[in-house]
């Protein structure tokens, strides 16, 4: 059952990516979309869970709020290191592809771990199973819209982008199918999503969201943000 309901993730991942390609003559409205998504999935989605599954104190603070600020500085560091390395190439001033490819990774590793939930929540219950499936596809559009975003937006060829589009709407499949022959850990899968929410606010925050505003800083662009949060808030609050 949670691989056939994966199926459906595999579909929206796909819808999400279409929709990034069609409107690239509004792409500052696509940004600030995909930021506010980024923004709303770390926020209301991704740290929440976290903190509930990996949340034991470590010197009073709890591991997963760690992890965020790691992952947070570690997508400081890795942008660092490949800029300076593109600069000592004589790009300067350029955008880093690999960044990108980077970040879509880590959100094909998320829709990953979606299928793992996915299938773990079928081990519980039907009921918690439903309730995580709607999660899950419902907010996969947002993965697969953010992937291509991430892919494309640093330079990378539309070849690439669709790659990385068809690997994010797989995951989540291959995530659930894993579940039929072990359980992931509660307090691992919680240490990851705290990690790859901090990355994610980085992207968001430091690049993204400055992206979308550098040319066109309209009210139109800050609504489509503002959208993309409430939309991701709108999901969670159906999930619950």
């Excluded at 494309?152 to 039929?180: D, I, Q």
Aim: proline share 3%; with cysteine.
């Amino acid at each position: 059952m949670a691989v056939f309901v994966a199926l459906g993730a595999f579909l929206m991942t796909l819808a999400g990516g279409w929709v990034a390609q069609r409107v690239t003559d509004r792409r500052h409205l696509v940004l600030g979309l995909a930021g506010g998504l980024m923004l709303g999935v770390v926020g209301l989605d991704l740290l929440p869970e976290a903190i509930e599954a990996a949340g034991t104190p470590v010197l009073g603070v709890p591991a997963a709020l760690l992890l965020f600020v790691g992952g947070f500085l570690a997508a400081h560091l890795v942008e660092g290191l490949l800029a300076v390395r593109q600069v000592a190439h004589g790009a300067s001033g350029e955008r880093v592809p690999q960044v990108g490819l980077t970040a879509a990774a880590a959100m094909v590793g998320h829709s990953f771990m979606d299928g793992i939930a996915l299938g773990a929540a079928f081990q519980v219950s039907g009921s918690m199973g439903v309730a995580v499936a709607l999660a899950v596809i419902s907010h996969d559009f947002a993965d697969g819209f953010n992937t291509y975003t991430l892919t494309s937006l640093y330079g990378n060829a539309r070849r690439k982008a669709l790659l990385m589009l068809f690997a994010a709407a797989a995951a989540p499949v291959v995530g659930a199918a894993t579940t039929l022959l072990f359980t992931l850990p509660e307090e691992l899968l919680g240490g990851y999503l705290g990690f790859f929410g901090g990355a994610l606010l980085y992207l968001a925050a430091a690049e993204i969201l400055p992206e979308a505003h550098h040319t066109h800083p309209t009210r139109s662009t800050l609504l489509c943000t503002i959208g993309g949060v409430g939309f991701i808030w709108l999901v969670v609050g159906i999930a619950e």
